[in-house]
């Protein structure tokens, strides 16, 4: 039984990560109504710029190779780059889509994900990077002496900084003028225009947002695998868990992200060795499909009504 | 039709160009590189790739060329992927004054679905380290040549090795050896191998696939603990490997007993872990490192006039871009050695770089004059054996380089050798081929 617990818990973990990038997702269909397919290749951006800066900035500033002022000064940057490529998203490709069928500002996003990923590459080259934030990465020793459970403890401050960042967020949301206004826009963009919310800087505002938690996880993510360009796969992770939990609701990108994190592991150790296992890449897009057929907007997503 | 003065110089000066271009197609041999520098694996081919040019280019630089024959190359990109690799294939296969003299696509599916056109079009196809195994059977493989070392020989060779750290391979008896593959043709190429070894020496083997990228494996290090195995051999390309060895840390298994194959075992898998790579061993069948005359070589005829491939220099010297450096010599020796039969000074064929391939030997004495002692295993090609060498070399991580920590060591050939004609000739049963007569080709 302690077994199946290590597997539960570190499958609720990973899928707080999961929960992480779809989060990214979530903020701009919110808003805008677009599904933005770029979204891991913003990670995969936001890791790149900051791994760069931390390379160039020593040598730039004089400051020390690893130092506390390198690491938060290449955050400010990163942090600033992806702002800019949020609202340079939002004027170059998105403003002149405007009233266009969803499909075409889905496929926009799709054209967008190649330039992303091309433009960091040609700014910071193509080597694969590691990335250190300075949390080990090994079993919290406590756990693992009094019950024999391997829980690791990268993962479970990862979990802590995306919950806190799921809080903040939601604070933004429901207690702040531009939440208010976020929650009007993604209601309704006629009629929050027509009460006098400027729609465009709210979306600018929204892709800045994603840009910062596309940050986030890209450090996250980083520092778990390495900085490369296979983190723009995390976003695959992130789909059924928005099946799952619905495109509009932040509660429920979490929600999801548990329950496909937990159930793919669990799936991969119990399930697998019955189909040949290495079923981890797929078992959760076949569980995110049993569920559309049963609620297509997903747990918490809101329910599509067309009155005739 | 009016000509002007200005329309005269630019006809003038294209024509006098074709007519150069022309003379100089007939000095040159070329060499299509169905490379890739974007996509997931990117990091690694712009290594190997740009070690393999630079090799080239060297050659160059310093000698002009084989016997005069300047080198050109044309990069096709394929992002790893077979639809684009067949695709670069065919782009490149009539290109140069002689057609595209040899295809090496660094992709075990590419190599797979190229192999029955390269038949037809008489173009060798070499595999460094990679592709179908049993092609290593030249009798009926005559255009494919699994250079150096197969997967199965590396598979061999990696149970010796642990082997021979615990002892002896008769002390395998009752140990538990974990294989954490790729779950792909690549990633199950080592199974027939590793099951009849296990059979042989009486180890308990635990086949553990992981999806395709890879970055997720906290089920599978999960199994690998309440497993306990004495060694894992970690099977991976791309993030799979420090992904390996990171949650391998997360767990607390040890990771010096993980053993890595020759494309989990670069500085692209283990800087991008960082201190979980620490104690980590993998199998090569070429060392990292600058100090051997070859890169030096290259440092001083290709660096230091600024025409190096390589935009992060630091990975001069690295285990992926001495790998290409190892390529970039094959396919110089086996220029070399065609055109000792087929005439110094004239650009090759595919049918005549087939003979230089096969004919090829690398000794000792050859590889001092190259500047490549101990870089890469003695090799010496046969009309039945187009694996040659079938050695490894086991590097360790210390946390910022490698080091070699054994001599080459070799698989059970005998073993391995039955395997591959065993699968050659069931594949020529299949596709009615007529192996050939070796004794006949001498």
Redesign the interface.
Known sequence: MT?FF??LI??LL?GVLYALVALGFVLIFKASGVFNFAQGAMVFFAALTFVGFTEVLPGWTGMEPGSGGVFWLSFALALMSMVVLGIATEKVVLRPLVNQPPITLFMATIGLTFFI??LV?AIW????????LGIS???VMWM?DEFDM?I?K??LIAAGIALVLFVVLALLFQYTRVGRALRAVADDHQAALSVGIPLKHIWAIVWGVAGFVALIAGLI?GA???????LT??AL?ALPVLILGGFTSVPGAIIGGLIIGAS??LA??YL?PFV???????FPYILAMLFLLVRPEGLFGEKHIDRV | MKFSLRNTIVMGAAVTGLLAGGVAAAQEQYIGLPSY???????NG?SLFGGWIDYMQMINERDGGVNGVKLTWEECETEYNNARGVECYERQKNRGATGNSAFQPLSTGIAYSVLDRVAQDKIPMVTIGYGRTDAADGRVFPWVFPMITTYWSQASAIINYIGSKEGGNDKLRGKKIALLYH?SAYGKESHAVLQRLAERYGYQLTM??????G??Q???W??I??LRPDYTILWGW??MN??AL?TA????YPREKIVGVWWSGSE?DT??????AKGYVAAGFNPAGTGFPVIQAIQEHVYASNRGNM??RS?VGSVLYNRGVVHGIIYVEAIRTAQEKFGKGKPLTGEQMRWGFENLRIDDARLSALGATGFMPQLNITCADHEGAGVVKFQQWDGAKWNVVSDWVSGDRQLVRGMIEESAAAYAAEKGITPRDCSKEM
């Open positions: 077994f290590e597997v570190g499958g990973s990923e091309g590459q080259g193509n080597t694969a990077r590691g990335l250190s990465d090994e079993p693992l391997m690791s990268f993962d993510w778990r695998n390495g900085v490369q360009f296979a796969f995390t992770k793919e592991k991969e150790i697998g040949g296992g290495g079923i981890e890449s797929w | 520098r974007v996509g997931p694996f990117g990091s712009a779950d553990i696939p992981v999806a395709s990228p970055n997720e906290q089920a599978q999960l199994q603990r309440q791309g993030v420090p992904t990171r840390a997360r767990t607390g692209e800087i991008p872990a960082g201190d979980a935009e992060d990975r």
